[in-house]
């Protein structure tokens, strides 16, 4: 399977190009950053701490590749999945912070050429919390409140994150809520907690590779359902299970949960 990385440079990017050299069925084609990039010639390799590949940094998507992974920026990401449209390359996207404008573009015009796979958490744990948190939702009586607690490093860029919005999704979803009910932390007077709220508070300290918890509580008793990752080489084993799921599928928009079923 023939790979280019997009957001190479970065730190998911270069654990990527660590866990491609290691799979026995991967190949790296091309490793992509945006123009003007200081890292540009570089040897991506050498970049990720793996050994010399010949294969360059670049911004020009060459190679060949029969998937692109992307771990960068929304920018970034649009930029790439127009040409991945256009060159027929199937697309791993593990991206956060896209709008869903940006999502609503990537399912209505890069899906319909090429199958993509959009995941905001590529762990198999995570993917498992998000039916776990469900489960609960769905299955506890009324009068138990729903907060939802993540936590990263401090260069992160985007709060909350993806898989904390993901999971507030489905929450309400199970719960029979409108979205409107979400909260963004909280701050001041703001009143007693309202039943239906669910709030999403996020942590940015250290080196915290992630951490999400979702609580139901009530009187009495808490619930706490939580996965924490200790490196992010669990989001690279999972990218490319991704990214070997898609070969030969259909052009369309999916997901984690059509990798593990």
């Known amino acids: 399977m023939k790979i280019a990385v997009n957001g190479a440079a970065g730190t998911m990017g ?143 860029v985007d709060a909350p994150s993806g898989t904390a919005l993901e999971l507030a999704r489905r929450l309400c979803g199970a719960l029979g809520r409108s979205e409107d009910v979400l909260l963004h932390g909280r701050q001041g007077r703001v009143g007693r907690r309202t039943a239906e709220e669910i709030a999403i508070h996020a942590v940015r300290a250290g080196d915290i590779v992630g951490e999400h918890t979702v609580l139901f509580a009530t009187e009495g008793e808490r619930i706490e359902l939580t996965h924490r990752a200790s490196s992010r080489d669990v989001f690279a084993r999972g990218a490319l299970e991704a990214a070997r799921f898609l070969l030969g599928k259909p052009p369309r928009l999916y997901s984690m949960a059509d990798v593990l079923a």
């Not at 123009?35 to 991506?44: F, Y």
């Not at 996207?93 to 869903?100: A, D, Y």
């Open 14 to 156: 270069r654990r990527l190009i660590g866990a491609i050299i290691q799979a026995d069925d991967c190949e790296l084609v091309a490793a992509l950053e945006c123009a003007g990039h200081p890292r540009l010639g570089q040897d991506a390799g050498k970049l990720a701490g793996v050994g010399k590949l010949g294969v360059a940094m670049s911004s020009e998507l060459d190679g060949g590749p029969d998937v692109l992974i992307d771990f960068s920026l929304p920018e970034g990401t649009m930029l790439r999945a127009r040409e991945c449209a256009e060159r027929r390359v199937a697309m791993v996207i593990g991206t956060t912070g896209l709008s869903e404008e940006q999502r609503a573009s990537i399912e209505a015009d890069t899906a319909t050429r090429v199958p993509v796979l959009v995941a905001p958490n590529m762990s198999v744990g995570v993917n498992l919390l998000f039916c776990l948190a469900e489960l609960a939702a769905g299955a506890l009586p009324a009068g138990y409140d729903v907060e939802i607690v993540e936590s990263h490093h401090r260069r992160k």
